[in-house]
């Protein structure tokens, strides 16, 4: 079955087959066509162009077909998430309070609250139930315009309950529509049985947790939450190094609290991405450009935290890609707005809308290894669609920060 979308107000987020990712000063170049059309066929975008030059013939062979009119709103290509944990159990709202009379994320994560609260929560949460809870969220993003994410583990820490997380991740994947890729993050948090045998831990991480999760192939990627105060660069250097075996490419936590040298360890095996970034300076940004790693800002967690912005105008005015995602957790970021995020990196960030729509389109397509398939509008890649409301201008998505500017979306051809 086709599907024609005609009158299309504006097409934006063009790009040739085999542009995987946007750098530096291109990252402001949005190829668009204004008064467009776009033709999908089965679950993926097979042509468009421009109404002066549509006809009939376009649409080839086809008795019957679906035909959306566009007229005056946006089309884009959907969002993508490359970094949330949206597997979790309840919610944290009590440390939100604490959060607001002074408590920093540390001090928070020393009283054994913060991550090792969700651990808990995790716990005592059957599989199902967790399944129903993260599926909740997964309806939520898909409303608000996201067609792909990637979902970490990390609030499980023994093997137990990683494997429940990853499971649920993969129940996930088989019973939505959005494109899903899974991380293994045993190295989130060190349990409360670990607190002053961090190494053991690591050892459990490597020897117990990575093979099973290899074996019943539940990560695509692995992470180790690389900071202050969490794991060491040696420890994940020898949990990156063990990940590789079972061909698990990094994307890692990396300088949100203090500079780590997380980046460097990232860059050093290859990192698809290496991620929140606050502590960036020249040195990172040198490191970054020689490698194939995203940078990667989540700046609702940063917001939120009321944290230092990472430096992504400098890495862009450097020649770096930037990405931004939402981070979608319980502790830090208790949403996956990716229309909101585009707005945190038009004030916060001062990145002009054009860069901040490739930021979370294609290139965070590249940190979750899909921009082959998605985050741009190019022939043969999924038909994975935003169609706005009526608005004046792509430059009103992230200005109008606090409107659900999503009309419909259309993922793997299908109008949801
Ligand atoms: O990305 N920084 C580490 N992990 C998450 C927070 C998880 C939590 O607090 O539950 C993050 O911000
Ligand atoms: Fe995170």
Redesign the pocket.
């Known amino acids: 079955m086709k599907t024609l979308i005609k009158d299309i107000k504006e097409l934006i987020g063009i790009h040739e087959e085999g542009k995987l990712l946007v750098k530096g000063k291109e990252m402001a170049q949005l190829n668009t066509i204004k008064d467009a059309w776009l033709l999908i066929e089965g679950e993926k975008i097979i042509d468009f162009g421009s109404m002066i030059d549509f006809s009939e013939d376009k649409l080839g062979e086809t008795d019957e077909y679906n035909e959306i009119d566009a007229s005056g709103k946006i089309v884009m290509p959907s969002f993508c998430d490359s970094?949330t944990?949206i597997v979790?159990a309840g919610s944290?709202e009590i440390e939100y309070s604490d959060k607001i009379k002074g408590l920093s994320?540390e001090e928070i994560?020393k009283r054994g609250g913060?991550?090792l609260n969700?651990v808990k929560l995790l716990h005592n949460t059957s599989e199902d139930e967790l399944y129903y809870q993260s599926l909740e969220r997964i309806h939520e993003i898909i409303g608000q315009g996201t067609g792909a994410v990637e979902i970490k583990s990390?609030?499980g820490l023994t093997t137990e309950d990683e494997i429940k997380m990853l499971r649920v991740i993969k129940r996930l994947r088989e019973t939505t529509p959005i494109i899903i890729k899974s991380t293994f993050l045993g190295a989130?948090a060190v349990p409360a049985e670990y607190k002053e045998k961090q190494d053991e831990y690591v050892d459990l991480v490597i020897n117990e947790m990575l093979p099973l999760v290899a074996a019943e192939d539940l990560a695509d990627y692995i992470d180790v939450?690389c900071?202050k105060g969490?794991f060491t660069v040696e420890q994940t250097d020898r949990i990156l190094m063990a990940g590789l075996k079972y061909g698990m490419r990094p994307k890692i936590?990396a300088n949100?609290l203090a500079k780590s040298g997380g980046i460097q360890v990232g860059v050093k095996y290859n990192a698809l991405s290496v991620?929140?970034i606050e502590y960036t300076e020249d040195e990172e940004i040198e490191t970054l450009l020689n490698s194939e790693t995203m940078p990667t800002v989540?700046p609702g967690?940063a917001f939120f935290?009321n944290m230092p912005f990472a430096p992504a105008r400098k890495m862009i005015d450097s020649g770096l890609p930037v990405a931004f995602a939402s981070?979608y957790?319980?502790?830090?970021?208790p949403t996956g707005n990716m229309k909101l995020m585009m707005s945190f990196a038009c004030v916060n960030y001062r990145l002009l809308p054009e860069e901040a729509i490739h930021a979370t389109t294609l290139n965070t397509a590249y940190a979750m290894g899909v921009s082959d398939i998605t985050g741009s509008i190019t022939k043969g890649k999924l038909a994975n669609l935003i169609i706005t409301t009526d608005i004046q201008s792509y430059q009103f998505l992230p200005y109008a920060y606090g409107s659900d500017l999503v009309n419909s979306v259309i993922l793997k051809g299908q109008l949801l």
Request: charge should be negative; aromatic fraction near 18%; avoid cysteine.
């Open positions: 970094h944990h979790y944290r994320y994560a913060g991550i969700s990390g609030y989130h939450f900071d969490f936590h949100e991620d929140h989540l967690a935290l981070d957790n319980p502790g830090s970021s």
